[in-house]
């Protein structure tokens, strides 16, 4: 209860978020967008690559810059220059590992698109992608239509907290990891997956990473173009 009073405090009073929309434009941009993401990534492994791909160029990365990182990648494979780190690596067995990927996460949204410990595992699989760690990895989650979100450098300023809050140490026991992780996942259903999706959309719109992206809609739209390409 004490972290939603923090997080309806930084909404209602922050000096540095001030968002403010309407139901219609929130049901909008989520419900439109995201919902979309996720039937595209539902109907084969292929499209589930394509979220996983998407995800993996938004790393350390301006949202305006990914369409043209995945259509340099469908030219050059997984030799394009956007591949940098370990992003080549995760990509790479994100396809060999398509079919084994999207049977597990179709089976996990056939039990539940709500329950903690449901979405804890799907974040523990999508973990075994090279570079991609827990947020990214509740990012994958959050386009396949599951209620977590990405609390990204972004949301963890907006909410004041560190990095370190959303870390996972490699050396973690694996119960220790678990918990972590459930926790992380509750802590964002306190607003809910729709709720982190608008207001982040509208608070990257226009900055100086997105500045072509000038408004919450347009951003959200935006996530589509870069998916399905």
């Known amino acids: 209860m004490q972290l939603k009073l923090i997080i309806i405090g930084i909404i209602l009073y922050g000096d540095t978020f001030r968002i403010n929309l309407t139901k219609r434009e929130r049901n909008k941009m989520y419900n439109r967008d995201c919902k979309a993401i996720a039937e595209h990534a539902s109907n084969s492994p292929q499209g589930l690559v394509d979220v996983i791909e998407f995800t993996l160029c938004t790393i350390q990365a301006g949202l305006s810059t990914v369409k043209a990182q995945r259509l340099d990648i469908q030219k050059n494979g997984l030799d394009s220059k956007y591949l940098w780190g370990k992003k080549s690596e995760g990509l790479n067995y994100a396809i060999w590992n398509s079919h084994f990927l999207f049977s597990k996460l179709t089976h996990l949204q056939q039990q539940s698109l709500t329950d903690p410990d449901v979405i804890t595992e799907g974040i523990l699989l999508l973990m075994k992608v090279p570079n991609l760690g827990m ?60 709720y982190w999706w608008n207001t982040w959309c509208e608070y990257v719109a226009g900055n100086r990473a997105n500045k072509l992206l000038d408004n919450g809609d347009i951003v959200s739209y935006f996530h589509v173009e870069c998916v399905i390409l």
């Open 135 to 194: 947020v990214k990895a509740s990012f994958v989650m959050q386009m396949l239509g599951f209620n977590v979100a990405c609390i990204d450098s972004h949301n963890l300023k907006r909410l004041g907290m560190s990095e370190n809050a959303v870390k996972i140490g490699a050396k973690l026991k694996t119960e220790t990891k678990y918990k972590k992780i459930r926790d992380y996942v509750l802590m964002t259903q306190i607003e809910g997956s729709e």
